[in-house]
Every structure is written in C-alpha cells, then in structure tokens.
C-alpha cells in the first residue's frame, strides 16, 4: 500500500491557513488590503475578544458581483493575476488568492457585499471550510466580511493566541499603518465597542498628526529624495525625540507596509552619533520603486519583501534622512553618553529618597562622518553581520582579564549587617567603594539604588501606604492610538503604583499624580518611555497566568529605574554609607530588579593571592 497520499481539500486549506492567518491581527492585515485594491474610501474594523470572537472588516469599495462573490472564496481564484508575468508588475496589495478560502477554513465566515449600481447584493457564508451557503441580500454598495469563532477547528492554532490586550495591539498596528498609508482613506477601528481610532481622510501630515499625535508629529521632519528611478519620502524624528523600542520605524514599498532589516540600519546610520544608547527615531518611510525591482512573493504574508538593488535603496535612504536632519531648524548635535553631574546641595526630601541632581547636557563630536564612512558597512549588513552605533569611547578598554584578575574573582553577594564597614569612597561618579575587614566591595549606585526604590514601591502597594504626589498642574500626555490603547489596558495598576492617569479624550490623558520617587520628574518624556516599555512588553505576546501581576511588575521596575541615581550623579559619603546600610539591612537580593548585580566583592585573600602576597 503507497505511504504517500492526495491530502483532502480541507487540510490543504488549514494548512494554508497556518501559513497566512498567524494570528488575527494577520486577517485584518489581509482584509484591509482587499478594501485597498477594492478603492474604498471609508474602512471599518471591528473586534472582540482580541479578535478571537470577532473580526469585521466592511468598506465603501466597489463591491463584487454574485459570480465574483462565489469565485472570491475558493483557493487560488484571483483577479489580480493572470499569467506569471503579471508577478513582476504587481499594482495590487492582494495577488494569491489563498487570503478568504484560508481564513474561511479556520473560522465561521460571512462575506456580504454589492456591486455599485447594483440593485441588490450577495451573502456567502462557510463554516470551517465547508460547502458555501449563498443568498441574495440587501446592503449598501461595498463589502463586509465578518470572521467569528477564529481558530474553532484547529485547537492547537487556538492554544498558541497570545493574550487579549497582545493581540489586540497587534490589530491596532495594522490599521493605523495602513491609515499612515492611505491618508485619503478614513479609518474606524472598534474594540469591544470602544472607539480605538478614528481618522477622516486627510493629507500626510495631516494623517501622521493623528496617528503619532500632535506633539510628536511637530517633532517631525519631511524628507524627500529621488535618485535615478528610487524614490524616498516620509517623515524622520528629530534627535531630541526618540523611542525605546524600534516598533515606530515604519516602512512602506509602493505603499505596502513591510519588514526588512536593512532598511532600519539605513536609518539608524544616518543618525551615526546622534542617538542615546539604545533609543530609537520615530520615522516613517515610503520607498517607491518600479514594480519590477522588487518582490513581494517571497513570504505568505507578504510582509517581507526583497529588492533587485538593495545596496542603491540603502544609500538613498541614508541621503535623504541625514539630509532632513542637516536642514533642520538649528543645530543638531551629538549626545554624550555619560556626563558628570552638576553639584549642588539636595533637599531634604531627595537627600532622603536619593532622587538624582539634574544631569547637565553638553555636546561634543561632530554632526556626522561622511557618508559610508565605513566602506565595509552595507557588506556588514548584507551579510547579517551585527552593526552598532559608535560611542565616545576608546578604541580598547581593559579588561579584568588583561590585569589576570578574571570574572571568577569577582562575587556578587549579601553583605552582614553586623559587619563593620568603612572607607566609603566614589569612582568615576558611578561606582561606590568600600571594604570590611577582610573584603573589598564594589556597587553600582544606580542598581542599588533601584533595588531599594523597587523594594520600597512594592511594599506600598502591598500595604496599601503608597506615598504619592499629586501635581500642582495636571501633565497633558499624547500618545499614539497604539499606545492609548496599552495605557487604556493598564489604568488600574498605574493608579495602584501611585500614578493617576485619566483619559481626556481622543489620544489625550492627564498625568494627576505620580508616586513620590518621581516627585520633580518630568513626567511627560517620563510617561511616553513608560508607554514605550509596556508596548513593547505586551507586543512580545508572553503569556502569564495573571496578566496584571505581569503589567504591575513591569511598571514597578521602570518607576524604580527613573526614580534612582544615574550614573554621573555624585553622591556624598553619607548618602553612599545609607544605601549600603539600607541594602544589608533589608537583605535584599544581590541584583537590580533587571537583573544587573548591585554589590560585587572581592575578599582580601584573593588580592593577595592576584598581587603575589602570600
């Protein structure tokens, strides 16, 4: 008997599925894009349950005929191409055809739409990939496709979904994408009955206004470059705006929204020596190239694409932003990583909390190197070989290692309190040394101290004896529709950690008050790098039992982290010997509550062992 078998119809279609419809935010992805192609100027989604329960995409497009709403659901029946050749010359969004008999496959179905000037319209629905069900039915002239039950079939598919608020992010990403794609396109977006966006069509930065939000969007700078047939236009961010995460570089290909590495580099080495360590622009890019330059059927998403010259792209990129940034009002310099701290005296509440002096600012290195300074660069990155931002450091550092004092000598440990410690004393404004009678300690100030900030906030909230402090003027927040959508999710456990936000209204929040660490903070930057922090965390999908003890814990660390000294802040042998105290007081664990070790010894045997006393 032959071992090899014809698969049924319907596995071949849920396996098609698995490859198409990753998680829901994958169908939306697709469903718009057919309102693209169907030259809609009004989309609407609405979801539920993270889109487990409900997905519904309608538009005002043109609508299809009965014929053509019987052929739309079967596998590989497409309008958009009809030979081989048509795949170089691609005008369309859509273009397989696998996209609804997939997703019909996988969910309860229903797609109503009518053709314009027709007197009536055609309802099709198919549960889980079974014999379509159609009727005639009235609608206004467009299409909706309504999928409920994602996933009912395949409980394997089901069981790896990520959380609902995940998801959910996921969702509003594709749609305020392609809003930021189609600015003359207005958009909808409903989640559980709550308005999540809503955008009138409009101009670019118009669009991007709405989308980033107003202050943001004034921080952005236009660019636009064409050389030979590459054509590259958007909107870059300033230095002095940046993010945490790389999730607002945004870029587009003939308007189609994708992901390819090479593109982000291109960016951030126009920015060479700009940018904080680990911070990011806001940017979003169009790249227009003739159709058959690039190919976008290497991925059943079409998410990623390749380009025929990718090395020509990369440099027209890093032209036209670095061009933005030099034509920019002012001047644009470097950030120094590290800087020395001013000195003046502390008062009396930060002196007891420790709350760092201001750091003050200075420029130094010039605006750029020349472009390509590197001529082994865009191999580096073709390749896939790692790229980083120099720093203004020297060419080489020694190490432990280079002395023959290796990592094994170096211990990170609790501390007695019963021993006797001395000699407290500062290094490089960052380091604080001292020793017992019989080891030499050396703490990183700033996880020290975000140790003891976390440990204190934590039992606030345990206790419910959160000190708080209410602001004398209510700080206004903006945020992108993403980001209110995460900060709408975390409202409670913000409040629980002493910081009040209220919606006030649109993308638009009050900062009420803020718990008593961050007492002279800045709280807007303070609030967005917060934002940034749990998009990113909740982007990444990881599931937890408890979703609010995940979120708490998250918002806790970064508190601790902006509410402790940095390095740089100078410290007084007081305030060094009460941390220290503080830290074996309390017995608490030997790591910043990222994980980083706060304390490191070295007993005095070993330096006399390493330095040839015996």
């Known amino acids: ?201 409009s101009d670019f930065p118009g669009r ?117 940034l030099l034509n920019a009002t002012g001047s644009i310099q470097a950030p120094v990583p590290v800087v020395e701290a001013a000195s003046r005296e502390m008062s009396p509440y930060q002196a007891a909390r420790l709350v760092p002096t201001e750091v003050a600012e200075s420029a130094a290195g010039s605006l750029f190197t020349t472009a390509s300074s590197t001529p082994d660069l865009y191999d580096k990155i073709a390749q896939n070989r790692p790229f980083s931002t120099p720093t203004l450091v020297p060419s080489h550092l020694n190490s432990f290692e280079d002395f023959n004092l290796s990592k094994g000598g170096l211990q990170a440990k609790r501390i007695d309190p019963d021993v006797p410690l001395y000699n407290f004393s500062q290094l490089f404004n960052t380091f604080i040394v001292f020793q017992s009678d019989s080891e030499m300690f050396i703490a990183d100030q700033h996880t020290v101290h975000e140790r003891l900030n976390y440990e204190r906030l934590m039992k606030g909230v345990r206790e419910k004896k959160l000190e708080v402090q209410p602001l004398l003027v209510p700080a206004t927040v903006e945020v992108s529709s993403k980001e209110a959508q995460v900060l709408k999710n975390s409202l409670d456990v913000l409040m629980e950690l002493g910081m009040e936000v209220a919606p006030f209204g649109g993308n638009t929040f009050l900062v009420r008050s803020v718990p008593a660490d961050l007492a002279g903070k800045n709280v807007v930057p303070l609030m967005k790098d917060l934002l940034d922090d749990l998009t990113a965390q909740d982007s990444s999908g990881v599931k937890s039992t408890n979703r609010l003890d995940q979120l708490r814990e998250r918002a806790a660390t970064f508190m601790s982290c902006r509410s402790a000294v940095m390095a740089g802040d100078r410290l007084n042998e007081e305030q060094m010997k009460g941390m220290v105290d503080q830290m074996r007081a309390a017995n608490l664990p030997f790591t910043c509550p990222h994980g980083r070790p706060t304390i490191l010894s070295i007993p005095l045997s070993e330096l006399y062992r390493r330095f040839d006393r015996h």
């Open 208 to 324: 991007v206004s709405s989308v980033f939000g107003k202050e943001t969007a004034k921080s952005l700078l236009p660019l636009d470059l064409t050389i030979n047939d590459i054509h590259v236009w958007g909107m870059v961010s300033a230095p002095t705006v940046t993010k945490a995460t790389r999730e607002n570089m945004l870029f587009f290909v003939n308007r189609r929204w994708i992901s390819n590495p090479s593109l982000g580099y291109a960016v951030m080495t126009a920015f060479h020596t700009l940018l904080p360590t680990r911070r990011f622009p806001v940017t979003v890019l169009f790249i227009n190239i003739p159709e058959d330059q690039v190919d976008v059927n290497v991925h059943p998403t079409k998410k990623e694409v390749k380009f025929s010259r990718d090395r020509e792209i990369f440099d027209v990129i890093v032209k036209a932003v670095r061009g933005a």
């Open 1 to 201: 008997m032959s071992k090899i078998k014809v698969l049924p119809e319907k596995v071949v279609n849920q396996i098609a599925a698995g490859e198409v419809v990753e998680r829901p935010s994958s169908v939306v992805k697709e469903l718009i894009e057919n309102s693209l192609d169907a030259k809609a100027s009004w989309v609407e989604v609405e979801v539920e349950q993270g889109g487990r329960k409900l997905l519904k995409v309608s538009d005002d497009g043109e609508g299809m005929s009965p014929e053509d709403a019987k052929l739309a659901v079967l596998k590989h029946a497409t309008s958009k191409v009809y030979t081989v050749d048509d795949l170089s010359k691609l005008h369309t969004f859509g273009f397989r055809g696998e996209a609804l008999s997939s997703i019909a496959s996988v969910s309860h179905f229903e797609l109503t739409t009518r053709l314009k000037g027709a007197l009536s319209g055609t309802s099709v629905k198919i549960r889980g990939g079974e014999a379509a069900k159609i009727t005639e039915t009235g609608r206004p002239e467009g299409t909706t496709i309504s999928i409920s039950n994602l996933f009912f079939n395949t409980p394997a598919r089901l069981k790896f979904m990520k959380k609902e608020s995940t998801e959910e992010n996921h969702i509003v990403s594709v749609v305020t994408n392609y809003a930021l794609a189609f600015p003359h396109v207005g958009f909808k977006l409903t989640i559980d009955g709550r308005e999540a966006l809503r955008v009138s069509a």
